[in-house]
């Protein structure tokens, strides 16, 4: 007995073929073109499945949309990303919709998008940065110490760590301090140099080749490094390390995890790193996967064992 052979996909409407080849025409990634045309597709099978009538745009209200959000939400259990990517798929077709008049208003003009569930920036642990500055101590030179140290021990973005010159370190046997004079805003801030730091930067600066740059931390030609090149070494040291993934923006994040676990306020943190607003600052209260499993092992720690 024969079975008759599935259905043929319905075929999108012919808005969204013109919208999609506009995008084409606009040179518009061809990930995204793909992105767009499957998330497209996605709510027009819901539109006809959930309305009982085929998908065009013209037939498509703000309750609708907000009806496939919550579809989305609490059915398909989407995340945020998803769902607002999905959005942002639709918005794109009927803003095109009404810059060509076939609509008069865009009914995602009513429609909000998801509110994306904090997340902790990723950091290292302690054991992690050990590991990491092992590494360095064992295969790299005074002046990759020095580097490493000075991000891990500072909180600095890649971009100030460049920008230092010889002027903006002082640097004693009992204190010390940089100034980043290239901070967002072009605000000044000084950090002050724990211990570790100024060893690893008295050693590098005794050795430090002779320079006609004042940068402080010299390439292999004699002028600054960039941003990229210690990018590039910090890779090295953590593939060393096998901890993958780690880029000069880890050793910030883990800078401001580590100063908020171990009691500092987020004014003080907010300041070492230059944030002029605390809600930048607060992130780093958000606990990460593993802050929860260590606190629900805690209770198996503190209950001998339940």
Same mark, same amino acid.
């Given at each position: 007995?024969?079975?008759?052979?599935?259905?043929?996909?319905?075929?999108?409407?012919? !808005?969204?073929?013109?919208?999609?080849?506009?995008?084409?025409?606009?040179?518009?990634?061809?990930?995204?073109?793909?992105?767009?045309?499957?998330? @497209?597709?996605?709510?027009?099978?819901?539109?006809?499945?959930?309305?009982?009538?085929?998908?065009?745009?013209?037939?498509? !209200?703000?309750?609708?949309?907000?009806?496939?959000?919550?579809?989305?939400?609490?059915?398909?259990?989407?995340?945020?990303?998803?769902?607002?990517?999905?959005?942002?798929?639709?918005?794109?077709?009927?803003?095109?919709?009404?810059?060509?008049?076939?609509?008069?208003?865009?009914?995602?003009?009513?429609?909000?998008?998801?509110?994306?569930?904090?997340?902790?920036?990723?950091?290292?642990?302690?054991?992690?940065?050990?590991?990491?500055?092992?590494?360095?101590?064992?295969?790299?030179?005074?002046?990759?110490?020095?580097?490493?140290?000075?991000?891990?021990?500072?909180?600095?973005?890649?971009?100030?760590?460049?920008? @230092?010159?010889?002027?903006?370190?002082?640097?004693?046997?009992?204190?010390?301090?940089?100034?980043?004079?290239?901070?967002?805003?072009?605000?000044?801030?000084?950090?002050?140099?724990?211990?570790?730091?100024?060893?690893?930067?008295?050693?590098?600066?005794?050795?430090?080749?002779?320079?006609?740059?004042?940068?402080?931390?010299?390439?292999?030609?004699?002028?600054?490094?960039?941003?990229?090149?210690?990018?590039?070494?910090?890779?090295?040291?953590?593939?060393?390390?096998? @901890?993958?993934?780690?880029?000069?923006?880890?050793?910030?994040?883990?800078?401001?995890?580590? @100063?908020?676990?171990?009691?500092?306020?987020?004014?003080?943190?907010?300041?070492?790193?230059?944030?002029?607003?605390?809600?930048?600052?607060?992130?780093?209260?958000?606990?990460?996967?593993?802050?929860?499993?260590?606190?629900?092992?805690?209770?198996?720690?503190?209950?001998?064992?339940?």
């Amino acid at each position: 007995m024969s079975q008759d052979p599935p259905a043929a996909p319905p075929l999108p409407h012919p !808005t969204v073929v013109a919208f999609l080849e506009d995008l084409g025409r606009r040179d518009a990634a061809a990930n995204t073109t793909a992105s767009y045309r499957r998330d @497209l597709a996605h709510f027009a099978a819901w539109f006809t499945r959930t309305v009982g009538e085929a998908f065009a745009p013209g037939s498509v !209200t703000p309750t609708d949309l907000r009806d496939y959000r919550a579809h989305l939400q609490t059915v398909e259990r989407r995340a945020s990303a998803t769902i607002n990517r999905r959005l942002a798929a639709l918005r794109a077709l009927f803003r095109y919709s009404v810059a060509t008049g076939q609509l008069s208003e865009a009914p995602t003009d009513a429609v909000k998008g998801v509110a994306a569930s904090p997340r902790a920036p990723r950091s290292l642990e302690k054991r992690e940065l050990d590991k990491l500055i092992r590494a360095v101590e064992r295969h790299g030179s005074t002046r990759d110490q020095a580097l490493v140290l000075t991000l891990r021990h500072t909180g600095i973005r890649v971009s100030e760590l460049c920008a @230092l010159t010889l002027h903006d370190i002082a640097v004693s046997e009992r204190s010390g301090s940089l100034t980043v004079r290239s901070g967002k805003g072009r605000k000044l801030r000084v950090v002050p140099l724990n211990a570790d730091v100024r060893r690893a930067l008295n050693t590098y600066l005794k050795k430090r080749p002779v320079s006609l740059s004042e940068a402080l931390f010299l390439g292999q030609r004699g002028g600054g490094l960039k941003p990229r090149a210690v990018e590039h070494l910090l890779t090295k040291y953590a593939y060393l390390a096998q @901890l993958p993934g780690v880029t000069p923006h880890t050793l910030r994040h883990s800078f401001g995890k580590h @100063l908020l676990d171990l009691g500092s306020d987020l004014v003080t943190v907010a300041a070492l790193l230059g944030h002029s607003k605390l809600q930048t600052v607060a992130i780093y209260t958000t606990p990460s996967q593993r802050d929860l499993e260590k606190a629900v092992e805690r209770l198996s720690w503190e209950g001998g064992g339940l």
